[in-house]
């Protein structure tokens, strides 16, 4: 009996608050309107903010660096201010897996991808990679190397650079009957006009390393690379 009573006052109790819990947890129309309200302008900020940001990747050379931000000037000679974060992943050449941002040098080149911020025109990096852009040399061969393997090409500015020719090197012709072909370091010949791509030897500026080479043998060379020509074959 005692027990019955028990569940009869808990049924009644029940019955009494849950009108009021409810009306508690209902939100009034003001308040659905405040939240809708709300949830529109999140959205809208959201927005926003994604029409302010995009995808964006560079190539320059570092002009300075700190701790959190590059510096760049790339290569339509524009300065870029990149910043970098935890999230930040960095790669040089050698792949070390050691490489970071205390790592950079001014004048070093790198490659940068991340979310461009139109409103700042600032960069947030999520990838720099150090990068080796290839160099172009043309001028006039000045002399070659039969044993070595490599030809003195002078330049329109008075310098003279070694391009050496490896295993991997290509080298084309280009004449007016044979268009552009395939050609060979024994088809070069002395002051023949020439364009040579690689990258520069780390512990010789003077020297390239030839990925490509291409020859002109009908095309004359510039008067400025002419004089340097007559100067070294004197």
Same mark, same amino acid.
């Given at each position: ?51 302010? +940001? ?10 300075? !660096?700190? *701790?959190? =931000?590059? %510096?760049?000037?790339? @290569? &339509? ?75 003195? +090409? ?10 050496? !020719?490896? *295993?991997? =090197?290509? %080298?084309?012709?280009? @004449? &007016? ?58």
């Amino acid at each position: 009996m005692k027990k019955n009573i028990l569940i009869l006052l808990f049924i009644l109790s029940f019955l009494f608050l849950a009108p009021s819990v409810h009306a508690q947890a209902s939100p009034s129309p003001e308040d659905d309107a405040t939240m809708r309200d709300q949830l529109i302008t999140n959205i809208a900020s959201r927005v926003a903010q994604l029409k302010l +940001v995009e995808k964006r990747g560079i190539i320059g050379t570092v002009s300075d !660096v700190t *701790n959190t =931000t590059l %510096t760049i000037t790339d @290569t &339509q000679n524009n300065t870029r201010f990149v910043d970098v974060d935890e999230l930040t992943k960095f790669s040089d050449l050698s792949d070390t897996g050691s490489f970071g941002i205390s790592d950079i040098t001014n004048g070093m080149t790198v490659g940068v991808l991340g979310l461009y911020n139109k409103d700042s025109r600032r960069i947030l990096a999520r990838f720099v990679d150090e990068l080796s852009l290839p160099v172009i040399i043309h001028g006039g061969v000045s002399s070659i190397n039969n044993i070595n393997y490599n030809i003195n +090409v002078a330049t329109e500015d008075g310098k003279q650079i070694t391009v050496e !020719v490896e *295993n991997l =090197t290509r %080298t084309y012709s280009y @004449t &007016q009957s044979t268009d552009y072909i395939k050609s060979g370091f024994s088809k070069i010949k002395d002051n023949y006009n020439v364009i040579a791509i690689g990258s520069l030897d780390k512990k010789n500026s003077n020297s390239l390393i030839a990925t490509t080479i291409i020859i002109f043998p009908e095309i004359p060379s510039s008067p400025k690379v002419n004089s340097a020509l007559e100067k070294v074959q004197k």
